[in-house]
Structures are given as C-alpha cells and as structure tokens.
C-alpha cells in the first residue's frame, strides 16, 4: 500500500479494490451430464470465488481442474482467482462393486478402499471370514454393503459375514448395510446409517472373571448378546 506521510498513524493501508486488475474465470463440463456454475464471470485479483456442478440425476462429481480443491468429490467447490482460470468438471455414475468379482477386489477391505459415495457393494452367497482370525471392517463413505438380494430371507442367510468387527463411522452420506448375516455386532459411530434385512447371529460376549479381593475366588463372567452399538449416532 501506500506510505505513510506528515503524521504517521501506524495503520494498515490497503488499495481501493476498484483499482485492482479484474480475471475471467470459465467453466464447462467435460463429457455431459451435468451443468456447472457460473459458466463465466469476472473478479477482482484474489477474490476466492464458488463454482457449483449440478450433475443429471443418476450421477456425482467424478473430477474438478482448475479449482483449490481438486480431489473433492463435492459438488461446490472454491477458485483462487489471480489471472484468468479455466475451471473444469467432469461427471460418472456411482460404480456396483462385487467382492471376489475381480481379482483387484478379492476381499471386503479391499472394495471398501475403492468404494466412493454413492457405489454398491455386492457380498455374492458364501462365508466370509478374515485371513488371521479377527479383522475390522470400516464404513467411512455413504456406500451400500448389501447381498445379492437383500430382500430374500434365504440370500440373507446364505451370506455370512463372520470373525469381522463391523464400523459405520460416515461423515458425509450416509451408509446403507441389508441383506445378509453378520456373526457379530455393528458399531455406529457419530452418523444414521440404514440397517435392514439384516441376520444378527452367535454375538454373545463373555465379561471377565475374578475379583480384586485377595481371599475371595472370583466368579464367572456374565454373557449378554448385542447386536448394535450406538456411540453419538442413531
């Protein structure tokens, strides 16, 4: 800004923003399916501006360029205008992955690594259980883990999930888990996922025994079955 003359006042001096250079910035959709907005428009030098994608129904935000943010798989995402910008958006339908289907994709860990927002997870009809003993299966996308027809009482049966500890824990979407048997229970952490036609099975859980009264023998550990933990969520 400007120096200070005669009488300094320690203050800060900015320049009138209607003296600084103006940028265009342009967006347009690579491949269809959507719209985004504004197509074009014109801002002050380091102005952070919004574009929004309004993908077809049916489709999300595959891809941005241009933007601050071009990971995100939102459809609002910011600018940094300092020049002309050429911002792009491009659009896809959520995917339908089946475990085993591919050898990419031979357990559920690894489909739910690959899993965005809005794609499907298949279980086809079998047992599954962890290489090792106890595993850990976390839900953090609003992805649906279902069976081949969770509608079927028998398809639900047929599809066993066991030795997994199964994590609903989205902050975005929420999730969707139907159609099958889970040997064990389902922990909700801060998020409202949909739980249906689903078979809850053998989750009996064994407390300790003993005491810590030194001439006293301890008794047995009391059973209680649970099939869902709520912690913040509902």
């Known amino acids: 800004g400007a120096g200070d003359s005669g009488v300094v006042d320690l203050g800060f001096h900015f320049r009138d923003h209607r003296t600084l250079p103006q940028y265009a910035l342009t967006a347009h959709v690579i491949g269809g399916h959507g719209s985004v907005s504004p197509a074009s428009?014109?801002?002050?030098?380091?102005?952070?501006?919004?574009?929004?994608?309004?993908?077809?129904?049916?489709?999300?935000?595959?891809?941005?360029?241009?933007t601050m943010n071009d990971a995100s798989k939102l459809n609002t995402n910011n600018v940094f205008v300092w020049g002309d910008v050429n911002v792009t958006v491009s659009f896809e339908q959520p995917k339908t992955y089946v475990v085993n289907g591919d050898p990419n994709y031979g357990t559920i860990g690894r489909v739910?690594?690959?899993?965005?927002?809005?794609?499907?997870?298949?279980?086809?009809?079998?047992?599954?259980?962890?290489?090792?003993?106890?595993?850990?299966?976390?839900i953090t996308r609003g992805i649906t883990l279902t069976s081949e027809n969770p509608d079927d009482p028998d398809v639900a049966a047929a599809t066993v999930v066991r030795g997994y500890g199964i994590t609903v824990a989205t902050t975005g979407?929420?999730?969707t888990?139907?159609?099958?048997?889970?040997i064990g229970a389902?922990?909700?952490?801060?998020?409202?996922?949909?739980?249906?036609?689903?078979?809850?099975?053998?989750?009996?859980?064994?407390?300790?025994?003993?005491?810590?009264?030194?001439n006293s023998d301890g008794g047995d550990g009391s059973s209680a079955a649970a099939v869902l933990y709520i912690y913040n969520g509902s």
């Open 41 to 66: 428009a014109s801002y002050y030098a380091g102005t952070i501006a919004s574009v929004t994608a309004s993908p077809d129904k049916g489709y999300r935000v595959a891809q941005w360029t241009g």
């Open 112 to 138: 739910l690594d690959a899993a965005q927002d809005g794609d499907v997870v298949i279980l086809p009809a079998g047992m599954y259980t962890p290489i090792g003993g106890m595993s850990g299966i976390t």
């Open 173 to 175: 979407p929420e999730a």
């Open 177 to 182: 888990i139907e159609g099958f048997t889970s």
């Open 186 to 214: 389902v922990n909700v952490v801060g998020c409202s996922p949909t739980i249906r036609n689903m078979i809850f099975r053998d989750t009996t859980m064994i407390g300790p025994n003993g005491t810590t009264s030194p």
